[in-house]
């Protein structure tokens, strides 16, 4: 082996250029950005040529145009209408069955995540069934069985089935019965709002007061009570009652008053909740069993009981785990409403697909679909992440 | 002093069968309750479902067409070439069996050929399926005939085969120091997870001919395969760079000090590790892929479930859609559920979250 000269530390001999890593660095930068922006402007270029030769420009002037198509249900849409009022009937559609879906998969599955843990052995596998059949089958399916199967297969208008509490099921969807405003309604919206005022400064002052005196909050109940004894109040003091309700009653085809809920809707809607409340049990599941034995035991040993513990001690901390994964859950849901286009709900997918079809602006349109749920993903998102900041322990 | 102790027996309401009962159904009142009212809930279910089963449901319509759930439109007179697939798959499985399995340790050769086997077959798979123009041994099929079960699983081994590359190289980006790239498959990855899958296929349907320079033709099966890659492999991404994330630093520091290259680093070190991890990932997202293949109904290809759509629009089957989607159902089920059990056992078997 021979003996290498020793290098000398003071001699500065310059390292050639393409084997800096500072310039390497740049020059990939450089080079892989060119490489996107040539791909996108190949890509831009045959699209560009593509429309012109099947005759179709650019830009969104055609959303101002008469839409000419019915929507079966939603805000007031007339076929003489633009499609750009078309487009805003399916996106406040696919927000109505989201925002219910969400409401009501979050129940049925911090019930079905709760019971999968329980003690009782039949309760807790009816729940595992209920989880492992759910999640291993498409919702597209489920929506089919739902909305072909069961739906469309229940009795006629003429033998719904009543429910208590004027509520009635057919294969023309579901009528249950609405609340109307009568003429004292806007007097009485007055101590609505004074109420909402009240219970919002009792509940920031609840927790204020409590910091300040370094004793625990008084219940929530007594928020709750405030809230009801000012509306009643406003209830017997304004003329007559400010709404009634006013039950679905069978009038030829149909039925009228009240609230009719569309055999899509409800099939929708049963599709969503049932599938992601699956998805949310195993989340709320692995939540609890986040929170460590240790403290359970805890709790028991200072006296509390079952129920305490579960809303005082386990739910608290389980509620950490909870919420980012809630948080997608959500979103799913919000993007799952596109299959409403299978069963024809009109959502935003399924109007904006009509659109495509009338008009062959491939382009805009799925720029409008992509960017409509890219901002409900963002504003669900933000919204969650708000809420995860105000739970999540504050460490030292 | 010694005393004689009697052994006293547990009372007999806490041991066998009236013992458990009263732990596990009967320990509270409102355990009580609650098993009463399961057991209506069971009672009612069940029975409507076995009486409706047994005696109104007609299920002649699944026997009769079982062979189209299976493979679709597909040739009759060419079925053989699904079949023919089918047990190379069988083999391939049943061989992996053996060699991974409890007397796997004498086999270790063999474990290279099996996999090379796993590999050969997806082309060879392809091949057989589609044929050659011109011949009569393997005429060509063309892939407006797949369809049925064949199509939902072409579709979702293609998906998760192809996506997993470019998930890996979007999850290196997304971990990368160079903001250009960092930025760009940041971008595309939060991009594709905002949207729903369906806006995804019905681009690919839809742009993808427009994206193409002239006369270049794509037919809608390879349109719902790119479709399917570039939304599973923004998922692919994020499972791999959780597993990126795991490999502690000190690996690549370790690497780097032994004088490997950036890419040494990568493949030989930090990569193994991270895929490593993140197999049961991995294996859940094929799962949902295999479920999601059902939304090509929406861009018209004849998936299983098309099948389905269409099996009950013929006339004699009218009006038979609870038998035909339960069917479906239960098709999906048993094969999700096969998956998701033995991705179950994989876990254990590796160990992940063990060490």
């Not at chain 1, 003091?237 to 709404?243: D, L, S, T, W, Y």
């Not at chain 2, 930025?183 to 899958?197: A, K």
Request: net charge positive; glycine share 8%.
């Amino acid at each position: 082996m021979t003996q290498k000269p020793p290098v000398s530390t003071t001699s500065h001999r310059a390292v050639p250029f393409w084997r800096d890593v500072r310039v390497i660095r740049v020059l990939s930068q450089i080079s892989f950005a060119v490489l996107v922006v040539f791909a996108a402007g190949v890509l831009y270029s045959n699209m560009m040529h593509g429309l012109k030769s099947r005759g179709l420009g650019g830009g969104f002037d055609f959303l101002k145009l008469e839409a000419g198509f019915q929507i079966g249900e939603g805000i007031t849409y007339d076929p003489s209408d633009s499609y750009a009022r078309a487009f805003l009937v399916g996106v406040v559609n696919t927000l109505r069955v989201s925002a219910v879906g969400i409401a009501l998969a979050t129940i049925l599955g911090l019930v079905m995540g709760v019971a999968r843990l329980s003690t009782n052995w039949l309760v807790n596998k009816i729940a595992a069934v209920y989880v492992e059949l759910i999640r291993n089958t498409p919702l597209l399916v489920q929506l089919f069985v739902w909305y072909f199967a069961i739906i469309l297969k229940l009795p006629k208008v003429q033998e719904s089935i009543a429910l208590p509490g004027s509520i009635f099921i057919s294969n023309r969807g579901a009528a249950l019965p609405g609340p109307v405003p009568t003429a004292s309604f806007n007097s009485w919206l007055y101590y609505l709002m004074a109420a909402v005022a009240v219970t919002i400064a009792l509940w920031i002052g609840r927790a204020r007061g409590a910091r300040r005196m370094g004793r625990p909050p008084f219940s929530l109940l007594w928020v709750a009570a405030a809230f009801v004894i000012l509306v009643t109040i406003g209830w017997f003091v304004v003329p007559g009652a400010p709404f009634v309700w006013d039950k679905p009653s069978l009038q030829g085809w149909n039925y009228q008053g009240g609230i009719t809920l569309t055999p899509e809707f409800v099939a929708m809607l049963l599709a969503l909740v049932v599938y992601t409340g699956a998805f949310i049990a195993e989340v709320v599941r692995a939540g609890i069993q986040a929170v460590s034995r240790g403290q359970i035991e805890a709790a028991r040993a200072v006296g509390l009981t079952e129920a305490q513990t579960l809303r005082l001690v386990i739910f608290p901390q389980a509620l950490r785990v909870i919420i980012p994964p809630l948080t997608s859950q959500y979103l799913n849901l919000a993007k799952n409403s596109s299959l409403a286009i299978a069963i024809g709900f009109p959502d935003l997918f399924n109007v904006a697909g009509t659109i495509f079809n009338q008009t062959g602006q491939a382009v805009q349109v799925i720029a409008l679909i992509m960017a409509s749920y890219l901002i409900m993903s963002l504003f669900t998102s933000l919204l969650m992440n708000l809420y995860n900041r105000r739970v999540q322990i504050v460490e030292r | 002093m010694a005393t004689v102790s009697e052994v006293i027996r547990p009372p007999r309401t806490s041991v066998g069968v009236p013992g458990w009962l009263k732990e596990n159904l009967f320990s509270t009142w409102y355990n009580a309750l609650l098993t009463f009212g399961s057991l209506g809930l069971i009672y009612v279910v069940l029975r409507g479902l076995v009486t409706w089963g047994l005696t109104r449901a007609r299920w002649d319509v699944v026997t009769t067409n079982l062979t189209l759930f299976l493979i679709g439109p597909f040739p009759r007179d060419q079925a053989w070439r699904v079949w023919a697939c089918v047990i190379v798959v069988i083999l391939l499985g049943g061989l992996s069996l053996v060699v991974w399995g409890p007397v796997g340790r004498r086999f270790k050769v063999a474990r290279r050929w099996v996999v090379i086997g796993w590999f050969l077959s997806f082309p060879l798979t392809i091949l057989l399926l589609r044929g050659f123009g011109g011949n009569s041994v393997l005429p060509a099929v063309s892939t407006s005939y797949w369809g049925g079960l064949l199509l939902t699983f072409l579709l979702s081994i293609v998906g998760i085969v192809a996506s997993f590359p470019l998930g890996v190289l979007l999850a290196l980006g997304r971990r990368s120091s160079l903001p250009a790239v960092r930025w760009f498959s940041t971008l595309y990855i939060e991009l594709i997870r905002g949207v729903p899958l369906v806006t995804v296929l019905f681009m690919a349907a839809i742009m993808l001919p427009l994206f193409l320079p002239e006369g270049v033709r794509v037919d809608k099966v390879l349109r719902a395969m790119v479709g399917f890659t570039l939304f599973t492999a923004a998922y692919i991404a994020e499972n791999v760079r959780g597993g990126l994330a795991a490999v502690p630093l000190g690996q690549y520091e370790a690497a780097k000090a032994l004088g490997l290259s950036g890419v040494q680093v990568m493949g030989l070190i930090v990569l193994p590790q991270a895929l490593r991890a993140v197999i049961p990932p991995i294996v859940g997202q094929f799962i949902t892929l295999f479920k999601d293949t059902s939304l090509v109904v929406i861009i018209g290809l004849l998936d299983l479930l098309n099948i389905a759509k269409s099996v009950v629009a013929q006339p004699q089957f009218m009006g038979l859609k609870r038998e035909v989607y339960l069917f479906v159902a239960v098709i999906y089920f048993i094969f999700s559920y096969a998956m998701s059990y033995a991705s179950r056992r994989l876990e254990v078997a590796l160990g992940v979250g063990e060490r």
